[in-house]
């Protein structure tokens, strides 16, 4: 086993590489900032591997903002349980990542503490909103990262990073101390520098856990094994409708290259339909912003987040919430809100409900037809330029227009790297049926060992 590095050299590496002229601010804290201590050698699956952390699971020794004015300096008296599992399994947390507040956004530019930039490019997004994970990955501070996925927030940027994210079927990994946006589609995902890393810590916080009510109680198989499995045999759907004409060319031509790689490794690929999925989006932003309205409720200057003082109770709940949260939450908790009021509840949010269980059994029939996995772009288009698209919410939302419907299917999905456009990284998604992450790393590891990576080096 090589040497461990102390921990201290770690975080000391990325401190000056990130207070540099090219620093990426990826990190919203660092572990010696809170004198987390470095773990003994031993035969444990991440002995010593250094770790980042999303900013929305909860750690106790560092700060757990959410990327947001409102949580700024929260301390958590207790820790998420993936965070538990990847220490018990020798991982070392060396900080908590920026993000989107919240998880409220596609590019990292909605962090109450600034955006973070792409490493590739510095003059464009990351991906969001788990992009400060994507960017430590990617940039090679670290080669595992954990964030979360609630309507591709770990596929996307992993994408636009070139590095790999896996989001497993809802229910895989444990919610507890997961800060919630929207529960019924948040997820726990991993992002590796290659499909075994983020295989490896996959494997390490799945499972089931007691405290999570949605936690599935299912067996956790050998993920990492699974980049070694064969596609002879297996069969891979092109779903028509994720492969528009006005799909960027760059992008198409990428994923003529995984098709490429998956037949050359025995697969067999066929045209699929899914046509409930031009109603992702709208159906998504219903869903999404609802419950965001409800467990967001509780930053209210009195039981959560910043308080600022008033003449009375409804004024400071207005003046706290106005000074913590930031445009894009506030935009979502508005139309949440209105989704769920006397008079639209059942034509917006009931609508909305239906509509995902058509997408839920769009995917069913798909899987059930003989089809074992699907392959689409990760996103429409390569990382898009700084600024470009904080004036256009609805453009922003596009961006995750072929990750929204696993999420609201529950089904799992993963982003490896596929190629590159104009020097940008383009990742290509493999979707799975339920529970099925093995066959789709297996896939993936296919794609990967056909191109390799688009990374970037520490500045």
């Known amino acids: 086993m090589d040497a461990i590095e102390p921990l201290e050299d770690v975080v000391a590496r990325i401190r000056a590489s990130e207070q540099g002229p090219g620093g990426l601010n990826a990190f919203l804290s660092l572990a010696d900032d809170a004198g987390e201590e470095s773990v003994p050698t031993n035969d444990l699956p991440l002995a010593g591997v250094p770790v980042a952390v999303k900013d929305n699971l909860a750690t106790m020794e560092l700060p757990t903002t959410c990327g947001s004015r409102s949580l700024e300096g929260y301390r958590s008296p207790f820790e998420a349980t993936a965070v538990r599992r990847l220490r018990a399994a020798g991982g070392r947390v060396v900080g908590k990542t920026n993000m989107d507040e919240f998880g409220m956004g596609s590019s990292t530019e909605n962090s109450a503490f600034g955006p973070t930039l792409n490493p590739v490019d510095r003059g464009r997004v990351p991906g969001g909103s788990s992009g400060g994970s994507a960017a430590a990955v990617a940039v090679g501070y670290v080669r595992m990262a954990l964030g979360s996925d609630t309507g591709g927030s770990v596929r996307q940027p992993a994408s636009m990073c070139g590095v790999v994210g896996i989001k497993p079927t809802y229910g895989r990994v444990s919610r507890y101390g997961l800060v919630a946006y929207a529960s019924s589609l948040d997820q726990v995902g991993t992002f590796g520098a290659t499909v075994g890393d983020a295989a490896r810590l996959l494997a390490v916080v799945a499972g089931h856990d007691p405290r999570d009510a949605t936690s599935a109680d299912r067996p956790v ?239």
């Open 221 to 459: 198989p050998d993920f990492a094994a699974g980049t070694d499995d064969s596609l002879d045999g297996v069969v891979v759907g092109l779903p028509e409708e994720y492969f528009p004409k006005t799909l960027d060319s760059d992008v198409r031509a990428c994923l003529d290259e995984a098709r490429a790689a998956l037949e050359a490794e025995g697969a067999a690929v066929r045209s699929v339909s899914l046509p409930v999925t031009e109603l992702a989006i709208p159906c998504f932003y219903v869903l999404a912003p609802a419950e965001a309205s409800s467990n967001l409720a509780r930053y209210d200057g009195v039981r959560y987040g910043v308080r600022r003082e008033a003449e009375g109770v409804v004024e400071m709940y207005e003046a706290s919430r106005a000074a913590g949260f930031g445009t894009e939450v506030k935009r979502r908790i508005v139309l949440g809100t209105y989704a769920l009021s006397a008079g639209y509840y059942d034509a917006y949010y009931g609508a909305a409900q239906r509509v995902r269980e058509r997408i839920r059994a769009d995917f069913a029939r798909v899987f059930a037809s003989g089809v074992d996995l699907l392959l689409t772009p990760t996103a429409p288009e390569p990382a898009f330029r700084l600024g470009e698209k904080l004036d256009d919410p609805v453009s922003m939302y596009l961006s995750d227009v072929f990750t929204v419907p696993a999420n609201l299917a529950g089904i799992p999905g993963i982003s490896v790297p596929a190629g590159d456009a104009g020097g940008l990284p383009v990742g290509a998604q493999i979707l799975a049926p339920w529970w099925e992450e093995r066959r789709m790393i297996a896939a993936a590891a296919a794609v990967e060992r056909r191109r390799a990576g688009i990374g970037a080096e520490p500045s």
